[in-house]
């Protein structure tokens, strides 16, 4: 108890009447008239007191004559405080016996009161804290993954298992415009809304920056930039951000201050190393950047701290050896994580209550090859009239599939038009800020991407042109070099940066595309 209210008449009120509200002066335990008064054996008369206290000169100076402790069970939980009577008669015998029986009465039933009101106020407490996990939990779902990518030749899996305190765990599948795919694995610290709502802007920043940047170090570097000032105090993020090449099984990978991941080979299981700070503690860090191969029949997986640092009731935690040991069989996907998370619950024991998020995603290479060739990488200048260099050029790198005229006329039409939007509102017409165009066959499609280097905006859906509409001026001409676009390839794709756009266009060739020329 750090003190007390004085329930008491206010200064010349009888003792015998209703008491009006009186001085709520407080004593504080190390006050030596706390433990006077909790102490003491009946009524305390202030006058007859001789005590260096705070307490005792506030309590003079607002007129208190009498202080009646209230105590149940040796502990104090309040005082009255009474004036002068206004027959300004000394407290005598008798009032002071029925002030120490009403004090008797009063006592526990103001300790009921009491722990009523905190019953109330730790129930409401309570239920604000489970609305607050229900909300972090709504935002952390809505930003995991709905469904997992399908790459011919290799087996995806994931699984998330949140503790009752919602933390900031994420993982997420970023595919890139060239064929790669970006995996990402990541934790908040701290839990609950805030948690939720970093981890949910942490990822946002990673899907907008990682189609811009080739290199997986580069692409943390500007996320720990754009975090660090929105960043809360004492809270940071780590992840891993790693890029896979389905076609080669190379990946590049780099770590801002996450778990290593384990790679499962055919020599045993090694962990991929690279460190990191976290993202959003420091400006101006610099991200190691990594690269292995994941030959067939490999298996890699990606994790959370969650699974590691369980304990048992022992208190011994599940640990790195125990779980990179786990990895050594021949199980992928599903059934992996399924005897992972297995292992883990008989190591914790029934009673376990989870103490933080639990992510985990594997990569297996099943065998078997996706050729992957590239045709055309090109940077070309910005200015006005180049996008006739970008459709020259696209035309002549796609001589050898034998394409048929009229498709190879649609995709000229479709290059010419996306290479004049990324100098118009890419470049700005500045021969200084080029533009890239990228030809690559994959999985039997043809994928040509124009990505420009300025700070374009958001491209929305295309209007579909209504002639009659923009000779009434209902219509602007603006989208339909987009709505072109879509109409002379089988898909369009817009990938937005924070400082330009990538336009990816896909032709589907059949198996015919795979087998033209050498494989990358």
Not at 326 to 334: I, K, N, S, V
Request: proline share 7%.
């Amino acid at each position: 108890m750090t003190g007390f209210p004085g329930l008491a008449g206010s200064p010349g009120a009888a003792a015998t009447v209703a008491p009006a509200t009186g001085p709520a002066i407080e004593i504080q335990p190390a006050d030596p008239l706390f433990a006077l008064v909790r102490d003491a054996n009946g009524v305390v008369e202030v006058g007859r007191l001789d005590l260096e206290s705070p307490a005792l000169t506030a309590l003079r100076a607002a007129g208190v004559r009498v202080i009646v402790p209230l105590v149940t069970r040796g502990e104090l939980i309040g005082a009255l405080y009474l004036g002068p009577r206004l027959s300004d008669q000394g407290y005598g015998a008798d009032d002071r016996a029925l002030l120490a029986t009403l004090a008797a009465q009063a006592a526990p039933a103001i300790r009921v009161a009491q722990l009523v009101r905190e019953q109330a106020v730790g129930i409401q407490a309570r239920e604000r804290l489970d609305e607050e996990m229900r909300v972090a939990a709504l935002i952390q779902q809505q930003f995991l993954p709905r469904d997992l990518p399908a790459l011919p030749g290799w087996g995806i899996a994931a699984q998330y298992s949140p503790a009752r305190a919602v933390g900031g765990d994420f993982y997420d599948f970023i595919a890139l415009p060239d064929g790669r795919l970006g995996i990402v694995v990541g934790d908040v610290t701290d839990k609950g809304v805030p948690a939720a709502l970093i981890m949910a802007r942490t990822q946002s920043i990673l899907r907008g920056e990682a189609p811009r940047w080739m290199s997986p170090s580069k692409v943390l570097e500007r996320v720990n930039e754009i975090l660090l000032p929105e960043m809360p105090a004492r809270m940071f993020a780590t992840c891993l951000y790693l890029v896979l090449d389905p076609a080669t099984g190379a990946v590049v990978f780099a770590n801002a201050g996450h778990n290593l991941p384990f790679v499962r080979t055919d020599t045993g299981v090694h962990e991929l190393r690279a460190t990191g700070m976290p993202l959003g503690l420091m400006g101006g860090t610099d991200y190691q950047e990594h690269s292995a191969v994941l030959a067939p029949g490999d298996t890699l997986l990606l994790y959370s701290d969650g699974i590691v640092e369980a304990h048992n009731p022992s208190g011994e935690m599940f640990g790195f050896p125990r779980l990179g040991g786990l990895m050594a069989g021949d199980q992928t996907g599903d059934p992996l994580l399924s005897h992972l998370l297995g292992e883990l619950h008989q190591f914790t024991g029934a009673a376990w209550e989870q103490e933080d998020d639990i992510t985990l995603v594997t990569v297996a290479r099943r065998g078997g090859v996706v050729q992957r060739r590239e045709l055309l990488r090109l940077e070309i200048a910005g200015a006005p009239g180049n996008e006739r260099t970008a459709m020259d050029a696209v035309s002549k790198a796609v001589v050898p599939l034998g394409m048929p005229p009229d498709q190879v006329d649609r995709l000229k039409t479709a290059v010419s038009e996306a290479a004049m939007n990324a100098i118009e509102y890419g470049s700005r017409g500045d021969p200084a800020v080029p533009f890239v165009v990228v030809a690559v066959i994959t999985g039997g499609d043809l994928l040509v991407s124009v990505t420009d280097r300025g700070s374009g905006g958001h491209i929305g859906k295309p209007e579909e042109p209504d002639l009659d509409a923009k000779l009434d001026g209902r219509q602007k001409p603006r989208g339909w070099g987009q709505f072109l676009i879509q109409n002379m390839v089988d898909a369009m794709e817009v990938v937005i940066g924070e400082t330009g756009r990538t336009v990816v266009l896909t032709i589907h060739l059949g198996p015919a595309g795979t087998t033209t020329g050498d494989e990358r």
